[in-house]
């Protein structure tokens, strides 16, 4: 007995999944996505093999695939936590760092401490070490002094910094943020290459905001499920 495959029916099938794929990456390229943190410039908020969630409409609307914004109805803030995409142009990265001046701003650093328009920053230095647990990486918390920076920006966050032998022990610089532009700064201050090294980014370049943290994957033997640490499910980011 001869059987037909029905090829109209399977042509619709194969229709519908590439519809999906399509609006999936449709979705992911303008509306939110996900990425990998792969370094140590964020810690410890944002800690290696974290899984952040980006919102691509924070600032505007983002023309699919390109990674333009057409059309923006906002401008990041100082204290936001961007992706973009990195200086190297040759060697296109996505980066992920803190926003600690925008245009017209006047940013200085002198030993380490910020100061933005004329208005120090607050480093209240911490005893309470949980949030150094389970870094990620090579990174080693005994090396370390946990801050909490706050007067710049509308939420205080946490900062790191070598207890001895930090690039930030005698850092001076001070730049004047050109308009459309931004700086951007890890908060492992002894340990980021970001806009101290590079200098200014274009607004035009930001992808979009983190705000959460889906899910992360690192700590093999503590968790209840290995691969995944057990207290970043579903963590909010307060930028």
Known sequence: MRCFFPMSKMANELKSIFYIIAAIFIFRSSILNWYVIPSGSLLPTLKIGDHVVVNKLSYGIMLPFMQTRIYSWDQPQKGDIVVFEGPDKENKITLIKRVIGVG???VKFTNGILTVN???A???LQTDR???KNLGGNESAENLNLFIESGFSKHPHFI?????GGMTDGETQTWVVPEGKLLLVGDNRDNSQDGRFWGFMDEKNIYGRAFTIAYSTY?????IIPGLRNDRWFKELTN
Do not use: F, V
Not at 160 to 164: D, M, N, V
Not at 219 to 223: A, V
């Open 104 to 106: 017209g701003d006047k």
């Open 219 to 223: 700590d093999r033997e503590n968790s």
């Open 130 to 132: 949980s949030p150094l």
């Open 122 to 124: 607050k480093q209240e």
């Open 118 to 120: 004329g208005i120090l």
């Open 160 to 164: 790191l910094k070598k207890k001895w």
